[in-house]
């Protein structure tokens, strides 16, 4: 049914309803409006629905519908109701008069130009929370941790999750205070300079402080990784952000891959590496950034010279850990072996 049906039909009805006085009051509206007429700080225009009666459009804008629906009624610029869709924009001024008040709006089509967008592929959140939950990457001054594992109450070698500890601390620590159990692991270093950037640690487990008495505090271990002993080190836990999107540099990064976990010859997806740029080339945990492989050098047998290839995109990572000079990374992509030496940039050569 077209809509200049539906509006019909809801002004007969509301006719039928209205008391007899109320409805020879409602053939009898004036014809002129005024702004005391309209509700006040009234949003426009007024956005036609599928299902719009005339009734709903004049109990929006007006404090007595009755009086619009005479003023349409009597005054109907709008020659073909056929006209009027869901969708619509209806505005009320009072200064158009002849056309009772009421302007309406067609929408037309429009054309937006935008460069095209690419849709970043979805993150497996899994594979880098186990990644940050199971190893960090910290600053050479920090391997001594916090404070270390001393004993156990059972007098065992090795601990596991429930176990309940002695520690010996470094520093205060509160009940309820967690801390991440590690060991040392490769320290990367900057193939230019030889110098340590950072060390990789292992997480072992997660601990819980309960009590502390006479200097030594009492802790109950959480999960586990891997067997805990004496002598393993302290550190506060990491917090873990759980909803890590990716992110992508403001300036051009420019760095390589230095460390390949376990000290490996090559990496491939899933693994973590470390890289040469850190907190201070503006990266941070969800930095996206792609690997790129050195094009090699070939003999051109035309000129007789030789000629390096363009270099190629092999994989992509995000950054786990950044620290001031450099960071660890997973690849979460990759097209051929990354080996140390490639270059990492946060977006490709053209």
Request: glycine share 8%; charged share 25%; aromatic share 6%.
């Amino acid at each position: 049914m077209k809509l200049q049906h539906y509006l019909a039909i809801a002004w007969l009805m509301l006719l039928c309803a209205l008391p007899l006085q109320a409805t020879a009051d409602a053939l009898t509206v004036p014809h002129e409006v005024t702004e005391a007429d309209i509700k006040p700080n009234l949003p426009q225009p007024y956005i036609v629905k599928e299902g719009d009666t005339l009734w709903d459009i004049a109990n929006y804008f007006f404090k007595n519908p009755q009086k619009w629906l005479k003023i349409w009624e009597r005054n109907l610029y709008i020659t073909n109701p056929d006209l009027i869709y869901p969708g619509n924009e209806i505005w009320f001024s009072v200064k158009q008069k002849k056309n009772g008040g009421l302007t309406k709006v067609h929408p037309q089509p429009q054309v937006i130009n935008k460069p095209v967008e690419k849709l970043e592929k979805p993150i497996d959140a899994s594979k880098l929370l186990t990644a940050l939950a199971r190893q960090d990457f910290i600053q050479p001054d920090a391997v001594e941790g916090v404070g270390y594992i001393l004993d156990s109450k059972d007098d065992r070698i090795n601990f596991g999750a429930n176990d309940h500890l002695y520690l010996k601390m470094n520093q205060s620590a509160n009940d309820g205070d967690l801390f991440d159990v590690f060991r040392t692991g490769d320290p990367i270093k900057d193939p230019d300079s030889g110098k340590v950037v950072g060390v990789l640690v292992k997480h072992l487990g997660q601990i819980e402080i309960r009590s502390e008495e006479g200097g030594v505090h009492r802790g109950v271990v959480l999960q586990t990784f891997e067997e805990i002993s004496r002598g393993d080190r302290l550190k506060p836990a990491k917090q873990i952000d759980t909803k890590i999107t990716p992110s992508y540099p403001s300036g051009d990064v420019l760095g390589k891959v230095l460390y390949i976990r376990n000290n490996a010859t090559e990496a491939g997806q899933n693994q973590v590496i470390g890289i040469s740029r850190g907190i201070g080339d503006g990266l941070k945990a969800g930095t996206a950034l792609s690997i790129h492989r050195a094009g090699r050098m070939v003999k051109d047998r035309v000129s007789g010279k030789n000629t390096r290839l363009p270099e190629e995109k092999i994989g992509e990572l995000l950054v786990l850990v950044a620290q001031s000079k450099a960071s660890l990374a997973l690849v979460v992509e990759s097209t051929a072996s990354i080996n140390i030496g490639d270059a990492v940039r946060n977006k490709a050569r053209r």
